[in-house]
C-alpha cells in the first residue's frame, strides 16, 4: 500500500518568505501525486498535480512542487508567502480504487501554514 | 458546471442512531468516492462508486455503507452511530483515471454525541 508523510504539521512564516512544505511517500509504483489546500470549513481545492512529465510541477496561487525520485519526495514551495496562503496544506497519493482505473487518494496528516504580517 | 454539492452542512446525532448523507456530483463525473476527515487528521477513503457499484473499500467496517444513482449522484449512510464517527465526511468525484484531479465537495460536519 502507498503512504505519505508530511513532516512538521504546524509551519510559520512572515509574509514575503519562503514557504516550504515537505511531503515524502512510499509506493511500489510510479506515482501520481497531488497537493490538495484546505481553508477552514471548506473542502479540498487541488493545487497541483505529478503525472510522470515534467519533474517541477507549477500550480495555482504561485506554489509549485519538485517530484524527486531518489529522495521519494514532493515538496511543495512558494517564493513569497501571502496573508491570503494561510490554510491546512494536504499531500496525496493516487491508486487504483478497484477494478477501474479510478483513483483514491491516500492522504498525509496535512501542514497548517499559519503567515503572520 | 455545476461543482460537488453535499447535504446536509452540519449534522448532530445521537450514539446508536444512523444517518444518511448526500452528494451530487460535478456534471459530467460519474465516479463519486467519500473520505472521512477526523480532527486533525488528513482524510481518509470509505469506499468510491462507479456507475452505481462499489469500486473499491478502504478500511471502514460494513455499516458504512453507499449508494450511487443513474445521475451519479450518491448517498453515504452509517448506521449504528458511535462517537468516533463524528467527523467532516467529504465527497469527491471525477471523471477520468488515477491521474486526474478529483473535485471535493464542501463536507458534511457530522457529529455524534
Known amino acids: 500500500a502507498q503512504s505519505v508523510t508530511q513532516l512538521g504539521s504546524h509551519v510559520s512564516v512572515s509574509e514575503g518568505a519562503l514557504v516550504l512544505l515537505r511531503c515524502n511517500y512510499s509506493?511500489?509504483?510510479?506515482?501520481?501525486l497531488f497537493w490538495y489546500v484546505q481553508y477552514p470549513n471548506q473542502g479540498l481545492q487541488l493545487l497541483l498535480k505529478?503525472?510522470?512529465?515534467?519533474?517541477l510541477v507549477k500550480g495555482i496561487n504561485g506554489f509549485e512542487a519538485e517530484f524527486k525520485k531518489s529522495e521519494t519526495s514532493f515538496h511543495l514551495t512558494k517564493p513569497s508567502a501571502h496573508m491570503s496562503d494561510a490554510a491546512e496544506y494536504f499531500c496525496?497519493?493516487?491508486?487504483?480504487?478497484?477494478?477501474?482505473?479510478?483513483?483514491?487518494?491516500?492522504f498525509g496528516q496535512g501542514t497548517i501554514l499559519t503567515v503572520h504580517p | 458546471e455545476t461543482g460537488v454539492t453535499q447535504s446536509p452542512t452540519h449534522l448532530i446525532k445521537t450514539r446508536g442512531q444512523q444517518v444518511t448523507l448526500r452528494c451530487s456530483s460535478q456534471?459530467?463525473?460519474?465516479?463519486v468516492s467519500w473520505y472521512q476527515q477526523a480532527l486533525g487528521q488528513g482524510p481518509q477513503f470509505i469506499f468510491q462508486?462507479?456507475?452505481?457499484?462499489?469500486?473499491g473499500r478502504g478500511n471502514f467496517p460494513p455499516r458504512f455503507s453507499g449508494l450511487q444513482f443513474p445521475n451519479y449522484s450518491s448517498e453515504l449512510n452509517v448506521n449504528a452511530l458511535e462517537l468516533d464517527d463524528s467527523a467532516l465526511y467529504l465527497c469527491?468525484?471525477?471523471?477520468?483515471?488515477?491521474?486526474?484531479?478529483?473535485?471535493f465537495g464542501q463536507g458534511t460536519r457530522l457529529t455524534v454525541v
Open positions: 509506493s511500489s509504483v510510479p506515482p501520481y
Open positions: 462508486y462507479y456507475r452505481e457499484e462499489e469500486n
Open positions: 505529478y503525472t510522470s512529465a515534467a519533474t
Open positions: 469527491a468525484s471525477s471523471s477520468g483515471g488515477v491521474d486526474t484531479e478529483a473535485f
Open positions: 456534471s459530467g463525473h460519474n465516479t
Open positions: 496525496a497519493v493516487s491508486e487504483q480504487a478497484g477494478g477501474t482505473s479510478y483513483g483514491k487518494l491516500t
